[in-house]
């Protein structure tokens, strides 16, 4: 097995080797070079000079001036800086500027992809736990930025808000969901059962944001002027959550990309955002990886959720990951991704009628119309439920920071059998116990599917998160100590093991993970210059880390 310093060292060598570095004569002779992300450093190398699209972190009064200078043109105005369309030569041009402090690529965002209810303990939690009167999540505005909610699904019903961000500028509309993916999502999240097929918190409210167009695709900045849209009109609408079933390959530093900077605002704004960790868990030959979460949920502010795989029971002592469920640690920085599992297989919710998704597989789908309805796998419907269970957390104590769901979650999620940190995180969801754990009146001890279960009591939380203290653990569960202060182990994004954890493969990184030449560590990890994105990531030596990135099916049928 490799240890921790082992580890560490090979996330050092890949994050070198995705840094253009200028060397100078002297330190004071050395020019200003603006930070580049890895697919844009890798462009600059190659001396691609095709014009592509590229997000510029500078001023807003200087945006105009850096275009202007350098025959750049502007695309898009988003916090922080601009969408730019600009040359190879220009992006070299504009990284030299003093004004530019980062460039990014514009990249390519996609779509990630009954029992469910019973098997998180929704169900207990809609028909109230002890004195707990029942909760639905009413009132909890949830944010899905996604390909559109169809209006004539069966979860056209609770959207409150719509708007387009896929028609180069945000538009109130129907934001119609011509491919399929968005309406799935957020009937997982909020449908109100009125076919039998009910959502996580049939009483949440849906805000309609489309960012992905009809082919299931889009543009990061699409993404994050929804996201900076959910922030300004979240006391509107009570926008609590936002859930990001998309996401792009790890291309440099949470600190540095802008969609993970849009997701720590929306965390700074009280507002949680859940994304999917991505379907990239194993190799074509079937072989696990480590490293493959996606953006942003590579940011430690967002709840980061992979898939479990329920095999159709609500009991857990059957359940197993999802085997193209990404694994953490993450490209780059070496955050403990996801924080937890949730299901996420062969999952059967609302279905945009004459959708890409619904004429491509009819065999998934049963029904029409408002009753029409299919069946999806993928991580995209994991973070789904975790978005879904965080709106009842959030109706039972409004009160509650993004930060102490994200706890209140983990804490209570149980262990997955054969399964550790860097697949499950802390455990499957448990919203029962969650509920029960955040109100103090039913401990940490749940049944699901006629089992007892018992929660892991594990959280890993980015460092310096406001207000952890004031979730109180009920007297005998955790000692009767807050969560930062108790026997629960507290995991920094900087992978701070404690001394209380039992280092093992059982543990931490699980029987199923092979730390050795089946997994490579190599500077290709980190550019990403030998990956394809499909259902799988496939390591191969013909495949450029380029604008001709392939990105394939997404959508997993099994496990």
Known sequence: ???????????????????????????QAQPHRARLSSDI?????????????????????????????????????????????????QIDALSQDPAVGHIAGNATVYRMMAVTT??????????????????????????????????????????VASADFTRGAAAASEARDEYGHGTHVAGIIAESARDGYSGMAPGAWLINLKALGND???????????????????????????????????????????????????????ILV?????????????????????APGNAPSVLTVGAVNTRGTAGRDDDVMATYSSRGPTAIDGVLKPELVAPGNRIVAAS?????LS??????????????????SGTSMSSAVASGAAALLLEARPGLTPAQVKAALQLTSSRVAGAGLIEAGAGSLNVAAALGLVTARNGLTTTIGGQLVQQSRIAYLPGNQPGLTAISLPTGTLAGTSILLG??????????????IVWSDTIVWSDTIVWSDTIVWSDAFVTGSTIVWSDTIVWSDTIVWSDTIVWSDTIVWSD
């Open 118 to 159: 019973q098997a998180t303990g929704a169900d207990q939690v809609w028909s109230g736990l002890d004195a707990l009167r029942g909760v639905t999540g009413r009132g909890i505005g949830v944010a899905v930025i996604d390909s559109g909610i169809a209006q004539n699904s069966p979860v056209g019903d609770r959207v």
């Open 1 to 27: 097995m490799f240890s921790i310093a082992s580890l560490a060292s090979h996330l050092r060598r890949g994050a070198a080797a995705a840094i253009v570095l200028t060397v100078a004569a002297s330190a």
């Open 359 to 376: 004429r491509t597989y009819p065999e998934h789908v049963t029904g029409g119309g408002t009753s029409a309805y299919i069946e999806l």
């Open 487 to 500: 026997s629960t182990i507290v995991w920094s994004d900087t992978i701070v093991w404690s001394d209380t």
């Open 352 to 356: 945009a009628p004459g959708s890409y």
């Open 274 to 294: 859940v994304a999917a960790a991505g379907n990239f868990g194993k190799t074509a030959e079937g072989r696990p990886i480590v490293g493959g979460v996606i």
């Open 216 to 270: 299931g695709s889009g543009k990061t900045a699409d993404v994050i002027e929804a996201i900076d849209w959910a922030i300004r009109n979240r006391r509107t609408y009570n926008i609590r959550i936002i859930n990001v079933s998309l996401g792009h390959p790890v291309f440099e530093s949470y600190v540095d990309d802008p969609l993970c900077q849009a997701a720590q605002r929306a965390a700074d704004a009280g």
């Open 41 to 89: 450093a890798d462009r600059l190398a190659r001396r691609i000079e095709a014009p592509t699209e590229v997000i510029v972190a500078a001023p807003d009064a200087a945006i105009g001036e850096l275009a202007a200078r350098y025959g750049a043109t502007v695309r898009k105005r988003i916090q922080g800086g601009a969408v730019l369309e600009a040359t190879g030569g």
